[in-house]
């Protein structure tokens, strides 16, 4: 019986091998849940048995016709004899009677509870104390289409979707081997969430598999609605604004970490799938860096390492430069940047950090609203704020060029979540540029350095390998070195970078 | 969490207490771009500084600089003065040239390097340059085509016609032995006959037709200006220092009919080098000009085809070379008695024990008796895009 303020599944009941008093026990369990479906039935006028099973997501045609037919149509004298015993008709049924190729005999009435809510269906029998629980699962899916977030110019077009059998099936398809293991858990008290840690045995680091399956187990939770409910329970630092795992749709980034060592989770309900350890340079990895030429490659990760500096810094190094080091800026440049202020009313920081919000509010507007209201934002933004703002002159044009650019390189991250990090810093780096100068800006960039260096993803520094320095993984980091140059087994390779990951036994809950 | 919460108090007041010391927003700045340094009356120094002029619309027209001009015991005073007359910041690091005039840096230079070299503000690699009369009186001479004097100076001085020197430089060559400062010599020329047919005065000065040119160097003996090389000789010390850029040596050639003209070459690339000869008590110099360039200009009926003629073009340019070098060189020793080629920090470099021993507190003495023997290599390259000049009939050539 489900008490009141205790929200998790406990049953007294027992299989009594009546069917219709364990129909009952059912029925008074799904009391009020209106999508599930009875069915009770007499073979041959003989047995009484019915089905359960939940509306919406199960194949009600297998249902049809691969158990109630061939129960309905089977021999007369199929249950006749009076001497069946239990176990003859439990063979009758399992061997003779359902076409079925998943389904098993459960006695737990816990356990065909949550078989019914995943979408199973349930037969009970007069004269079983166990419960024949057949595969029907069928419900609507989305398509795999092409991952928005992931896009890419070259490499396949899939991605994951909610449904967690076709994210396996997605991945096991690259990988063709025994070694490629999934292991099932389940988190979430109410939502029961089916979990799958997969990783490649024989390359993963033992260590790193039982401390993520320790994290897992771990979690106190009533529901996961996203991926993101799970890296938030089992990251390092929960505190720090970096993101410390690797969150891609992309079946193919999946397997190329797995490949790496590392360890990827997959969550039902979600086309997001976590991959940890997450180190920085990682996360300013794209896919396609390994599919196109490696000297394109390399140079468009020269790229966005520009992009990082110049997301996070450009404005305060604006805020700094003209309010503190005019010597620093050549003279004709500064002419014109000085000829440009010179109507504005405001000091460069209030110029810089109304922009700045502006440009950050205007992103978040567009990303929120439908499509064709978001040209509307746009049209307004470029307008208004583009043109308007600097003709008004209330700001200056090379600011709006600053703000522009920081804003086209904070695009440039391939890992939206880092991007955010970068987003969120640049204002505090701005206030230290107005306050302290290229010196704020210094000690800022020091800061964050520190933290980027003390923090650890699941024991792997997060600056790895260029703190601590391992000559062979850089490789694989500011440039992508050809695959005839990259060790053969670069698996083998990736786990000694990685080396004995330091795992971090976090004492307390996860909550 | 309490210990986090102090933190972050912490924090924030810090940013709240610092007083924003030395910030300064870029509308209430104004640029120096040049200054000029004079000697007035009663010992006391003339600052004048342009002072750029922002506006939004500086195409429509008018002056992009002012000029301020103020007397002061020194130079930090008459700063200190102008700045009262202005609204805004003054801002000293963007001032690229210092002129100064002839009766201050004759009266000694050293102020002027002291002061500029304390003040954090000033650029090192800022051009010092001295002039023949007021220093004041160039800058009020409108650009002709930057936006403003300053960056014309510059851009000349840049182009390495004639030797120069940086504040930096000119500290230290005050303070090594065995080289003596130069300046840069500005003067204003007129940039067309009008010029001289009206009247001078500042407001035709304005008008673009007086320009600034560079005219020569200036000639140190420790602080003090003791006088003025042409531009030819300034040239002759930018070979000295490897510093040519694209130079161009004229030399007359003649002989019979055929082979008298003239000839310009352009000096490619050009290395000199000097090494000091210590013999008993005696110190020589020898100096070597290698030189590549092309053939310019070439009036005389010598074919260019032969390499007999282009051996002949070949030795007198570098007879050239060597009799300007040599006529540079005599000057230094004979009328300036200043050492600013540095033959006496090449001895330095060279013989460092003889140089502390003998040479080091009397080389003013010795300089001028010390022998100089230049030798001179030229080579052609390239003769242009034609061979044999067009105008004259094929027997004219001298093959």
Known sequence: MVQRGQLEHHFDYILSGNATEDLMNFKTIFNHCIDIKYREFYINDVKKGSLIFLNGMVNTKTIDLDIMKQLMDCEENLFKEPELLAEDIKNIVHNKLIYSSQMCWVELFQEIVEHILSGNVALLLDGLKEVLVISAKDWDKRAIDEPATEAVIRGPREGFQETLSTNISLIRRRLKTSLLKMEEMKVGKLSNTEIVITYLEGIVNENLILEVKNRLERIEIDAVLESGYIEELIEDHSFSLFPQVLITERPDRVVGNLLEGKVGIIIDNTPFVIIVPGTFFQLLQSPEDYYQRYFVASSIRFLRLLSVVLSLLLPSLYIALTTYHQEMIPTMLLISIAAARETVPFPAFVEAFVMEVAFESLREAGVRLPRPVGQAVSIVGGLVIGQAAVEAGIVSSPLVIVVSMTGIASFIFPSFQLGLAFRFLRFPMMIAAATFGLYGILMMVLLLLMHMLSIRSFGVPYLTPLAPLRISGLKDVLVRVSWLKQSSNKSEKNKQQMGKPFIRHRQGKYK | ?399
């Open chain 2, 1 to 399: 969490m309490r210990k986090q919460v102090i933190l972050l108090f912490t924090v924030i007041a810090m940013f709240g207490m610092t007083g924003c010391w030395s910030r300064v927003e870029l509308n209430d700045v104004a640029i120096v771009t040049a200054t000029a340094l004079d000697l007035a009356d009663r010992n006391k120094i003339q600052v004048s500084i342009q002072v750029l002029r922002i506006n939004m619309n500086n195409a429509s027209g008018g002056n992009a600089t002012v000029l301020f001009s103020e007397e002061g015991e020194s130079i930090l005073d008459a700063y200190r003065i102008i700045q009262k007359k202005i609204p805004r910041h003054l801002n000293f690091a963007h001032n690229r040239v210092i002129i100064v005039g002839d009766k201050l840096a004759r009266s000694g230079m050293s102020d002027v390097i002291e002061f500029f070299s304390r003040y954090r503000d000033a650029r090192g690699n800022s051009y010092l340059l001295a002039t023949k009369g007021k220093a004041a009186d160039l800058l009020k001479i409108g650009p002709s085509f930057e936006k403003f004097t300053a960056e014309e100076i510059r851009e000349e001085q840049k182009a390495k016609v004639i030797d120069n020197v940086s504040l930096r430089e000119f500290a230290y060559r005050l303070l090594e032995g065995g080289i003596e400062p130069i300046a840069s010599q500005i003067q204003s020329v007129p940039s067309s006959d009008k010029a001289l047919t009206s009247s001078n005065n500042d407001k035709k000065k304005q008008n673009n037709e007086w320009s600034l040119a560079l005219v020569g160097v200036g000639v140190f003996r420790k602080d003090h200006l003791i006088g003025w090389m042409n531009a030819e000789e300034a040239e002759c010390l930018l070979w000295f220092r490897n510093k040519v850029k694209g130079s161009v040596i004229t030399t007359m050639l003649t002989g019979d009919k055929r082979e008298s003209g003239k000839l310009s070459v352009q000096i490619m690339k050009s290395k000199t080098t000097i090494k000091p000869k210590l013999q008993e008590e005696k110190v020589s110099f020898d100096v070597r000009v290698e030189m590549i360039g092309d053939l310019y200009e070439n009036t005389t009926k010598l074919s260019t085809n032969s390499l007999k003629n282009l051996e002949t073009i070949q030795l007198a340019v570098e007879a050239e070379i060597q009799s300007r070098i040599k006529s540079t060189v005599k000057k230094l020793q004979l009328k300036y008695k200043s050492d600013i080629v540095g033959f006496g920090r090449m001895l330095h470099r060279e013989h460092k024990k003889e140089w502390n021993e003998r040479f080091e507190k009397r080389w003013e003495q010795e300089f001028p008796h010390v022998k100089v023997n230049v030798t001179a290599h030229f080579k052609i390259i390239g003769t242009g895009r034609i061979n044999d000049s067009l105008t004259w009939e094929e027997r004219d050539f001298k093959k």
